[in-house]
């Protein structure tokens, strides 16, 4: 009989292994679709693309002449190419603390359970991050020339004596293009923001109430701190976003007033696309984009580095 129940018992035992890797292999079948298309357009361009940096090649001919690290020295010889780079860096600390603060001060107010029609007010606040950047891009155009709406408020405030061309300033240009960023991607934020304060437990809150605490003992001692985990994950996104910014620099300013809104995105797409440089370069390109995904990495680091050594853990605590 005993021999019979171990039989037994390792036949039950069996059947949860069995039960598993059944489950495990309807997952890999369905999250195999995915991944090939991963492979096939967005792995296979980044390998590629690091043989395209060690060439000098068109992309449009058959004449390809291999150049080693020969890009990437006249990369760092250019100074245009450090002017985009210094600009990338300037748009990115412009717009994401606005972001953050903004969103977060937005989100404090649309989270209010008392707040009414505080759905819609989401929605309105949403609304440009589904708009198409580059037809924003065109509006804001008008919107800011010198015959603009904005002109015309400021104007009549009495805040300006004559009209600005705010996207053709040299000195207002990148000021404008970080609004206007700013205002196209704070209802993500927004919506981030919301997500975070509503894993926060309730019965804190009311604790806090019934020990007297205001808003502002309340915000600082109980909210800011649970936050800040998925603060440094909205952080690494915003970061990451305003450095790729292209479409909105491309359709308002297409790098300029003389350079002054050129970033490492469209700098890269005048050499491998545009007919501005002559004839595209796309192993230069390619040799731009792969310098500058680095700097990525390297922030993603970073950031990754400074959490661990505030022994931030999950939920906000102490690791």
């Given at each position: ?114 707040l009414k029609l505080a759905s819609m007010y989401r929605t309105l606040v949403f609304i440009p991050v589904v708009t198409t950047a580059s037809i924003v891009g065109i509006i804001m155009v008008y919107i800011w020339g010198s015959d603009g709406a904005v002109n015309y408020a400021l104007m009549k405030l009495g ?161």
């Amino acid at each position: 009989m005993s021999r019979i129940s171990a039989v037994r018992g390792a036949a039950a035992a069996r059947k949860p292994f069995k039960s598993n890797r059944r489950i495990a292999l309807w997952c890999w079948l369905f999250v195999t679709p995915n991944l090939i298309f991963y492979a096939m357009f967005q792995g296979w361009p980044i390998v590629i693309n690091w043989y395209y940096a060690t060439l000098d090649w068109s992309g449009l001919s058959s004449n390809i002449t291999y150049l080693g690290l020969g890009n990437f020295k006249e990369l760092i010889a250019d100074p245009y190419f450090w002017n985009a780079y210094a600009n990338s860096f300037t748009f990115m600390l412009g717009a994401v603390p606005l972001l953050l603060i903004l969103a977060l001060f937005a989100a404090l107010i649309l989270n209010n359970p008392l707040l009414k029609l505080a759905s819609m007010y989401r929605t309105l606040v949403f609304i440009p991050v589904v708009t198409t950047a580059s037809i924003v891009g065109i509006i804001m155009v008008y919107i800011w020339g010198s015959d603009g709406a904005v002109n015309y408020a400021l104007m009549k405030l009495g805040l300006l004596e004559q009209p600005i061309n705010w996207l053709s300033d040299p000195g207002w240009a990148m000021f404008t293009v970080i609004i206007i960023y700013v205002w196209k991607n704070l209802g993500m934020n927004m919506i981030y923001w919301i997500a975070g304060l509503q894993s926060i437990p309730r019965e804190l809150y009311e604790a806090a109430r019934v020990d007297g605490a205001n808003h502002a003992r309340t915000f600082l001692h109980i909210t800011l701190p649970l936050i800040v985990p998925i603060g440094l994950v909205i952080l690494l996104l915003n970061v990451a976003g305003a450095l790729k910014v292209f479409d909105l620099i491309k359709t308002m300013t297409d790098g300029g007033p003389f350079y002054a809104t050129d970033v490492v995105s469209t700098y890269i797409y005048r050499f491998a696309f545009s007919s501005e440089m002559g004839l595209p370069r796309l192993g230069y390109a390619s040799a731009a984009g792969i310098f500058f995904a680095f700097s990525i990495v390297l922030i993603a680091i970073v950031q990754t580095v400074v959490q661990r050594s505030l022994g931030l853990g999950k939920g906000g605590k102490r690791a």
